[in-house]
């Protein structure tokens, strides 16, 4: 049980050039999310998906775009990205083992540097 | 939307003291509370949280207090260890899809 999965850790991108960051989990959630993390800024909420086959925006969702692939998968476009976009993003899940949760389980993060 | 603050923005204490960290929410709709812990270079665990039908709740060294009128929660670690610095941030959730607003973060630093 690896619980939350993301790949790349770390990726380096040009002004301009697109991206799929990709976010995996193996609890059988429902709900997934994702999030981004700037320095003294804590954690804002970009995208999420409540269920398979829906997605909402968050807090912060210009530049970028989801796909929910299926309950496992749900990855995170920039299709032209910016200096601004420059980033850790971190996915999470949360699911209803044993009963109704609300935790949110985080994956390790994937470092974004936008040159 | 919601607005979470965290204070102090860092803490430093001595091994074996008391550590506390308040949250301020501004949405009186907010029906769930988690503290997250996170170490360099990884992910948000969480370490506790509460709802709003509970006043408080304690887990071993760490407990959560809850003042719905107020609006305000806050983390208590008792007996501090070394492995108790990192980061910790507050959140609140508002609605059932548990979107959550995050605090900017506490450093606690556990000086040996």
Same mark, same amino acid.
């Given at each position: 049980n690896a619980g939350v999965t993301q790949t790349p850790k770390f990726q380096v991108l040009k002004t301009g050039q697109s991206m799929t960051l990709q976010c995996a989990q &193996?609890? $059988?959630? $429902?709900s997934m999310y994702w999030y981004r993390q700037d320095p003294g800024m804590g954690l804002r909420l970009i995208y999420y998906s409540a269920s398979e086959g829906t997605t909402d925006k968050g807090e912060v969702p210009n530049g970028y775009n989801v796909s929910r692939l299926n309950k496992r998968e749900f990855s995170l476009r920039l299709e032209s990205a910016a200096p601004s976009q420059t980033s850790v993003y971190f996915c999470a899940s949360r699911g209803m083992e044993g009963g109704m949760t609300d935790t949110q389980y985080f994956g390790p993060g994937t470092r974004l540097t936008v040159l | 939307g919601e607005n979470v603050e965290q204070h102090p923005s860092t803490l430093s204490v001595q091994e074996g003291d008391s550590a506390v960290i308040k949250c301020t929410y501004s &949405? %009186?709709? %907010?029906n769930y509370f988690p503290w997250y812990k996170q170490e360099l270079g990884k992910g948000p665990q969480l370490i506790i949280d509460i709802r709003s039908n509970v006043g408080e709740k304690k887990d071993q060294r760490i407990a959560v207090t809850l003042n719905k009128t107020a609006k305000h929660f806050s983390l208590h670690i008792t007996e501090t260890q070394p492995e108790d610095s990192a980061v910790y941030f507050c959140a609140a959730a508002l609605d059932g899809n548990n979107r959550l607003a995050f605090g900017k973060g506490n450093q606690v630093v556990v000086i040996p």
């Amino acid at each position: 049980n690896a619980g939350v999965t993301q790949t790349p850790k770390f990726q380096v991108l040009k002004t301009g050039q697109s991206m799929t960051l990709q976010c995996a989990q &193996d609890m $059988n959630h $429902n709900s997934m999310y994702w999030y981004r993390q700037d320095p003294g800024m804590g954690l804002r909420l970009i995208y999420y998906s409540a269920s398979e086959g829906t997605t909402d925006k968050g807090e912060v969702p210009n530049g970028y775009n989801v796909s929910r692939l299926n309950k496992r998968e749900f990855s995170l476009r920039l299709e032209s990205a910016a200096p601004s976009q420059t980033s850790v993003y971190f996915c999470a899940s949360r699911g209803m083992e044993g009963g109704m949760t609300d935790t949110q389980y985080f994956g390790p993060g994937t470092r974004l540097t936008v040159l | 939307g919601e607005n979470v603050e965290q204070h102090p923005s860092t803490l430093s204490v001595q091994e074996g003291d008391s550590a506390v960290i308040k949250c301020t929410y501004s &949405d %009186s709709a %907010s029906n769930y509370f988690p503290w997250y812990k996170q170490e360099l270079g990884k992910g948000p665990q969480l370490i506790i949280d509460i709802r709003s039908n509970v006043g408080e709740k304690k887990d071993q060294r760490i407990a959560v207090t809850l003042n719905k009128t107020a609006k305000h929660f806050s983390l208590h670690i008792t007996e501090t260890q070394p492995e108790d610095s990192a980061v910790y941030f507050c959140a609140a959730a508002l609605d059932g899809n548990n979107r959550l607003a995050f605090g900017k973060g506490n450093q606690v630093v556990v000086i040996p």
